[in-house]
């Protein structure tokens, strides 16, 4: 929706968190102090969603379900997208979006300096990557570039897609809000659904739906560049690497020297909570993987490091199937498992499943030492007494971390302090 279509209009904001208070400051801004702008919030009030009827328009946040909108409605991605007059990069996927995005803007930040801007879902409170969508959004500047990180529930209702769209993987998750996988990469895809001759859909091949999404689409598609000789990187995993392509092919469309591309993917570190080494202590190696929500990001941490003698599994219990990640953990024999509720009794039982019906000498011969607690003070005291010095504790959930915590950015902090407090 443009700015003006709202002047003169009675305004609610649902949802007042970060990016609700944003919204409320950008409208402010633009459409000036006598205008009617509202906030509603199950915080500040439980039966918030009443209020809509005295309004003429719903600015939504992510987190509400559409379904509980009741009037016309816009959102801050769709005022964003349909104002912004530079170049919009969007970038999804169920995992490695925020590598990939922090990527591309780092790449093109050294190229083309403070045009460039980080934005979109990759907003932290714990990590302060990036910014609120309309935050940084300049309404008479056409030179600026804006690297946006979108979530499902962001791309769900848009009306306009990015210049440039990017799909980094695709697997199960959120079911709890899409209801089926079908809503859930139906509203991913929407990223590229209102896109022309004109743009650009990169996608990552290894994923069949994004493949047939690529045929689909009406951008230019581009898949990965899988040639590009990467020589240097701090960053593990074949995922990883995936990660690096993806961000290099958008470089690359964009015209940026091949030397910046080389020298800002040699400095870039892993994020925060992804595959990041905490440190060393007593000769332990510790890993914080707890942006692993799902069985995939976790086997695709397994296969990073290999040299994993203790896991920390579980959380939330989202339906998963288990199988794949049983699988992986029985074939890298990882002696040490460690599962917190709910989840983590659903992927003991898998890898006891997959051992039995397994007829080989290696499931037979697979006997892990198992802890199943509530406790990261016991989890921590556990890994320090059965793991080697020079092996890796590793800290990936294979589920969200909502069972005991408030999201994977507290179980991380509990993690690090542990580690801390247990050597001192």
């Not at 904001?13 to 970060?18: E, Q, T």
């Not at 009037?71 to 169920?94: C, H, Q, R, S």
């Not at 009406?218 to 899988?226: G, I």
């Not at 440190?279 to 290999?306: M, N, V």
Request: aromatic share 10%.
């Amino acid at each position: 929706m443009k700015i003006n279509d709202l002047k003169n209009k009675k305004i609610l904001i649902l949802g007042y968190g970060v990016e609700g208070k944003e919204t409320e400051k950008f409208l402010k801004k633009h459409l000036g102090e006598n205008s009617v702008i509202e906030v509603a919030d199950q915080k500040l009030d439980p039966t918030y969603l009443e209020k809509q009827n005295n309004f003429d328009i719903v600015i939504k946040s992510p987190g509400i379900h559409k379904s509980k909108v009741k009037i016309p409605y816009t959102t801050a991605t769709n005022i964003f997208l349909e104002n912004a007059k530079g170049i919009i990069i969007g970038v999804t996927g169920t995992k490695g979006k925020s590598t990939t995005t922090k990527l591309i803007y780092e790449i093109l930040k050294n190229a083309f300096g403070n045009r460039v801007h980080l934005l979109g879902n990759i907003t932290h409170k714990l990590t302060s990557l990036g910014n609120p969508l309309l935050s940084e959004l300049e309404l008479e500047k056409k030179d600026q570039i804006y690297v946006c990180e979108l979530s499902s529930f962001q791309l769900d209702d848009i009306k306009k897609s990015p210049h440039i769209s990017v799909f980094t993987s695709f697997f199960p998750e959120h079911m709890d809000f899409h209801e089926n996988l079908e809503n859930y990469f139906n509203a991913k895809a929407n990223i590229t659904k209102f896109q022309d001759e004109k743009d650009y859909f990169i996608y990552n091949p290894k994923f069949k739906e994004l493949q047939n999404l690529a045929k689909q689409t009406k951008a230019k598609s581009v898949p990965l560049d899988k040639n590009y000789e990467i020589k240097k990187t701090n960053l593990s995993g074949e995922h990883n690497l995936d990660n690096i392509k993806l961000a290099i092919t958008v470089a690359k469309i964009l015209n940026v020297n091949d030397e910046i591309i080389k020298k800002t993917i040699a400095d870039f570190r892993p994020l925060p909570h992804r595959l990041e080494k905490v440190g060393e202590y007593r000769g332990i190696i510790f890993y914080d993987d707890a942006i692993s929500t799902t069985p995939q990001s976790t086997i695709a941490a397994i296969k990073a490091l290999k040299n994993i003698e203790t896991i920390f599994l579980g959380g939330q219990d989202r339906g998963y199937d288990f199988k794949n990640l049983a699988k992986t953990i029985i074939e890298y024999k990882i002696p040490n498992l460690v599962f917190f509720p709910e989840s983590g009794e659903k992927i003991l039982e898998a890898i006891n499943v997959f051992a039995r019906s397994e007829n080989t000498k290696q499931s037979y011969s697979y006997r892990p030492n198992i802890l199943s607690t509530k406790s990261m003070q016991t989890a921590v005291k556990f890994a320090y007494e059965n793991t080697k010095p020079g092996k890796i504790v590793l800290l990936s959930n294979a589920s969200p971390s909502y069972s005991i915590w408030k999201n994977f950015e507290e179980k991380a902090k509990d993690f690090r302090e542990e580690l801390k407090k247990q050597i001192t």
